[in-house]
Nanobody, 118 residues
Framework: QVQLQESGPGLVNPSQTVLLTCTVS??????????YMWFRQAPGKGLEWMGA???????YRSPTLGSRISITRDLSANQVTLRLFSVTPEDTGVYYC??????????WGQGTLVSVST
C-alpha cells in the first residue's frame, strides 16, 4: 500500500526557512511516471499548487512562489523535501504532499500544519 506522510516544524517565526518532508512508502520515488507535488491551503482559501519533483529528478515550481521555494529528494530515505524561505504569516496553512501521474493526482498525504507567528 502506497502512503505519503508529511512532516514539518509546526510553528515557526517570520523570516525563517521552513523544511517540510514527504516520506513515501510502498513505492520508490523514482518509479516512472509518478511525480510528487506540494500543495498548500491557507485558512479560508483554496488549494495552491507549489511545485513538483519528477521521478527523473528534475523539479519545477510555481512562478508565483519563484525563488522562495526549492524541492529536493533523498533517494536513500525515499523522501521529497520542500524548503520555503523567508516565511511570513501569509504562509500559514496546511501543506500537502501528493502523488501525480500526468497531471492527475491519485494519492494525498494527510497534510501538516505550518503556523508562522512571532
Amino acid at each position: 500500500q502506497v502512503q505519503l506522510q508529511e512532516s514539518g516544524p509546526g510553528l515557526v517565526n517570520p523570516s525563517q526557512t521552513v523544511l517540510l518532508t514527504c516520506t513515501v512508502s510502498g513505492v520508490s520515488i523514482t518509479t516512472p511516471t509518478y511525480d510528487y507535488m506540494w500543495f498548500r491551503q491557507a485558512p479560508g482559501k483554496g488549494l495552491e499548487w507549489m511545485g513538483a519533483m519528477k521521478f527523473a529528478g528534475n523539479w519545477y515550481r510555481s512562478p508565483t512562489l519563484g525563488s522562495r521555494i526549492s524541492i529536493t529528494r533523498d533517494l536513500s530515505a525515499n523522501q521529497v523535501t520542500l524548503r520555503l524561505f523567508s516565511v511570513t504569516p501569509e504562509d500559514t496553512g496546511v501543506y500537502y504532499c501528493a502523488r501525480d501521474e500526468n497531471w492527475h493526482v491519485d494519492l494525498w498525504g494527510q497534510g501538516t500544519l505550518v503556523s508562522v507567528s512571532t
